[in-house]
């Protein structure tokens, strides 16, 4: 091939402009990006050599080499992993494939902090060169492929590039940074060494630079023909715990999360018997920006006897936990495991079932021990961990023990313990309301008969609530009861007096009943008189089998269509609307219109949206100037 220039997509120009203008401040992470690179390069190049060991040639120790030269002011990174072909070349370093682009520019481009971890976290890495380097260069020659089929890709990093081939008898990669004016401060081997100590100590393939030693003539450090590592290249998990900090343990999270928080809580494990692995996981302290992308890549890296495998090991984490970091090093893989393989494997079932239990253990035992901080986890993650309920029946008991909900007791934190605590004297059922948000679920009337009674009611506003429901039936024998569906039926709660009450008020209310079904008979499937409200005229219930309303809005808003089932209406014949309803003689218009704006009303207490708003105005109106 040729020399061609070729133009950069225009997701990556604008990625060129934000990364070199907004982590400015952090410029030194280009270090750590493009050795990170390096590193995946030679795990690449080891997974493909598992069943193709020609491709190791005449090179099978991988490393890293790292060097300067202050004269042509560069720095070069060197890696003999996977390189890359004149087609991965154009493709890698000059298009963006992953999706999240969008995101992370509008992360850099928001008020927050410029997170320079968000570089590496969205896979946009290697532009961060641009940051102190006016010129890249790249010469590469992918693994398999002859020494006429290396590349030369290179750029100033604005609106395009070059590609040409070039001989290059080395398989791999150099990245060749030519520094920008006034970044000389990088062309030396103890800054560059210590960069290489702070965020590159982990990676487990040795990072090689030039010994130095003291030139007395010229009175300064000079560089020999010596290479020596500049890191431990100890993978941290295959240490014992007794021989690590928490210090590091945390700096071992940073640089597989790029989280900057430290985590939440963090567990380490050697698991022993018939199947044998090594476990660190950490929960983070705060959500990552597409928690909710159920399809993302699993923060769980598996590796096979320290050989890295993969890391969207979807396999070793129910997609609940995919919030979970941390790696899981197996000692009875075959090395070659494949994706298929790995779904099947009973290996990876037991991987899988232990490594859950034990971010279970360690959330309960924050839960237990830790109130605020658990608290601080439900914030970030609660809704996530209620998939948990239909996704994992086996663990499912466990899982309800560690939600927490807001209800008509407290704001928050609210344990299905504690509710079940907390019950009147009679009371069967655990009572639930869902809603669109706590405002809405507090002042619905349904509430109001459970308020005089001080029954303590659910409150549940999530999105995925509705969903976790139709998994969940009970907690502790006590069977989940919305007090949106059905007859309300308070059982025990509810004495005889009142009871009877109800009934003659019913028996008495009959024909009125009779009569606003009549008018309202497109639109409700039953009218009743309520035994649930207080101080509203009526609310919108549901039959017990259908679905509930606002589970019905959800989907609707979702795209999806709902069976439509007709909600029931349920009247107060206490209350002085509805009384004068009573008193309004059949066949008048304004009964019907009365009617209909019982129902409106009722409508929009628990959120729902008129399909006639126009018409809801021009009752009230009515009503208003009559
Ligand atoms: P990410 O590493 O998250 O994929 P980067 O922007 O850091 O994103 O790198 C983009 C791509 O360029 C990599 O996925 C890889 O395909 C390719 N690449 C970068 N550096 C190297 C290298 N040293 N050897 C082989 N391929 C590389
Ligand atoms: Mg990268």
Known sequence: MDKQT????????????????????????????????ASDACDKLRFEALDKAALYEDAPNLEIRVWFDTEA???????????????????????????????????????????????????????????????????????????????????????????????????????????????????????????????????????????????????????TDEWEPVN??????????????????????????????????????????????????YVPAKAPFDLWNRDKRGGVKLYVKRVFIMDDAEALMPVYLRFVKGVIDS???????????????????????????????????????????????????????????????????????LLRFASTSADAGVSFADYVGRMKEGQEAIYYITADNLAGARNSPQLEIFRKKGIEVLLLTDRVDEWMLSHLYEFDGKPLQSVAKGGVDLGKLQDEEEKKAAEQAAEAFKPLLERLKTSLKERVKDVRASTRLVDSPACIVVDEGDMSSHLARLLKQAGQSAPKSMPILEVNPEHALVKRLEATADGEARFDDLAHILFDQALLAEGGQLEDPAAYVRRVNALLTA
């Open 232 to 281: 431990k290249a100890a993978a941290l998990w295959t240490r014992a715990k007794s021989e690590i900090t928490d210090a590091q343990y945390q700096e071992f999270y940073k640089q597989i999360s790029y989280d900057q928080e430290p985590p939440l809580a963090y567990t380490h494990n050697r698991v022993e018997g018939r199947t044998e692995y090594t476990q660190l996981l």
């Open 6 to 37: 070729l133009s950069f997509q225009a997701e990556v120009k604008q990625i060129l402009h934000l990364v070199t203008h907004s982590l400015y401040s952090n410029k030194e992470i280009f270090l750590r990006e493009i050795v990170s690179n």
């Open 73 to 223: 002011k560069t720095i070069t990174i060197r890696d003999n992993g996977i390189g890359m072909s004149a087609e991965e070349a154009v493709a890698h370093l000059g298009t963006i494939a992953k999706s999240g682009t969008r995101e992370f520019m509008a992360a850099l481009e928001g008020e927050q902090k410029k997170d320079a971890n968000l570089i590496g976290q969205f896979g946009v890495g290697f532009y961060s060169g641009f940051i102190v380097a006016d010129r890249i260069t790249v010469e590469t020659r992918r693994a398999g492929l002859e020494a006429a089929e290396g590349v030369r890709w290179s750029s100033e990093g604005a609106g395009d590039f070059e590609v040409e081939n070039i001989h290059r008898p080395e398989r791999g990669t150099d990245v060749i940074l030519h520094l920008r004016e006034g970044e000389e401060e990088f062309l030396s081997a103890w800054k560059l060494r210590s960069i290489i100590g702070k965020y590159s100590d982990h990676i487990s393939l040795p990072v090689l630079m030039p010994k130095t030693t003291w030139d007395e003539e010229k009175k300064e450090q000079v560089t």
């Open 331 to 401: 000692a009875d893989l075959p090395l070659n495991v494949s994706r298929e393989l790995l779904q099947e494997s009973r290996d990876v079932k037991a991987i899988r079932e232990g490594s859950t239990k034990r971010v279970l253990s360690m959330l309960e035992d924050v839960a237990e021990n830790q109130k605020d901080k658990y608290a601080e986890f439900w914030g970030q993650f609660g809704a996530v961990l209620k998939e948990g309920m239909g996704e994992d029946h086996a663990n499912q008991e466990r899982l309800a023990k």
